[in-house]
């Protein structure tokens, strides 16, 4: 649908384009765009934990900043749109603070309503040595009103059983189950962008694509403003004109501009590599990796030779 859009960077939101790549603060960008104009703001905000794009603040100063930015965000979404914010932890001095809970007053203090806290489970990560590793982060889906998108069929997954029937009861013998598959239920399974996937770039923490996609799959349709106020290398603009959406995103580093540049031109021809959605995630033992039983844990060893005579009894190597 949007084939052969040039994308360049735009001084400010124009709604007859179809993807808007503003180089700059997201507060100047979003104080352009006309009231209820968005239909689903995705994005996931810097931590304030000092990584290289971010100066850290005091934890009040971080809150009114983002207050700030969700406070213009919920003027600009439409009324049937949804806010999707992805965080993590901030840690301070070893302590962690769960940016949902924190979070989480200001959307409802603007008279938006939660939806789901979608836990987005990886296995790839810092391993702590005085605490369990962080492997989930969530995304909080809000809304500004009762009569919201939600498409279902587009997102749902395979059954686990596909063959199970009604046993008893009018439906008796037919198959109990939706044949477009299954909710995906609130726990989303997705490997995180490091060092070996295929979309990971030099920015230190990147959307996997199928991550957003299912996200604008079911809140949004075809033709609608999808935005996201901290880009980063603009995989929520990727996502959106993949599902022939429009997007529209700020990032202040023009190092990452320019990586969002180059993805979402590959995107537009065709050829940007992504982790398919839906894909399972990578079993080492089911794909046979030598690597996932421990050499002591052989069962081969060889018996020790007896250096006493006693009575012959097996003993377990495990
Ligand atoms: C967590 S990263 C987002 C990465 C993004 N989800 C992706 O897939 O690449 C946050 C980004 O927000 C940018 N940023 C920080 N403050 C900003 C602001 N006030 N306006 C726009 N972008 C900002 C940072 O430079 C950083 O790239």
Redesign the pocket.
């Known amino acids: 649908m949007f084939h052969k859009e040039r994308v360049e960077i735009s001084e400010k939101f124009d709604p007859r384009k179809k993807n808007i790549l503003?180089q700059?603060?997201?507060?100047?960008?979003l104080k352009g765009i006309p009231d209820k104009s968005l239909q689903l703001i995705v994005?996931?905000?810097?931590?304030n934990i000092g990584?290289e794009?971010?100066r850290k603040l005091k934890l009040n100063q971080y809150i009114e900043?983002q207050a700030a930015?969700i406070k213009e965000c919920v003027r600009a979404l439409s009324s049937n749109g949804s806010i999707c914010w992805?965080v993590g932890n901030y840690v301070d001095n070893g302590s962690i603070i769960p940016l949902d809970a924190i979070l989480y007053p200001i959307f409802v203090d603007l008279g938006l309503k939660m939806r789901n806290r979608i836990v987005w489970h990886f296995e790839h990560g810092l391993h702590c040595s005085k605490r369990f590793s962080g492997r989930y982060e969530t995304v909080n889906w809000f809304t500004k009103s009762s009569d919201y998108v939600f498409n279902l069929d587009p997102i749902r997954i395979p059954q686990k059983y596909p063959g199970k029937k009604y046993f008893k009861g009018p439906n008796a013998g037919k198959y109990s189950c939706n044949p477009l598959g299954k909710n995906p239920g609130d726990v989303w399974i997705i490997p995180n962008?490091k060092s070996n996937h295929v979309e990971k770039?030099i920015?230190?923490?990147?959307?996997?694509v199928e991550l957003?996609e299912r996200l604008i799959l079911s809140m949004s349709n075809e033709g609608d403003w999808i935005f996201?106020?901290?880009?980063?290398?603009?995989?929520?603009i990727v996502a959106a004109l993949r599902h022939n959406r429009r997007g529209v995103?700020?990032?202040?580093?023009r190092k990452?501009i320019d990586?969002?540049i180059d993805r979402i031109e590959k995107e537009l021809q065709g050829v940007l590599k992504t982790r398919p959605m839906n894909r399972p995630v990578y079993d080492p033992v089911k794909a046979g990796n030598s690597l996932t039983v421990a050499p002591w844990t052989y069962t081969n060893i060889p018996e020790q030779p007896l250096l006493i005579k006693e009575r012959k009894r097996k003993y377990s190597t495990l």
């Open positions: 503003y700059g603060d997201c507060l100047k960008l994005t996931s905000p810097p931590y990584k794009y971010e900043q930015v992805q962008v770039t920015h230190p923490c990147q959307f996997p957003i996201d106020p901290f880009l980063g290398t603009g995989t929520t995103g700020a990032e202040v580093e990452y990586i969002a």
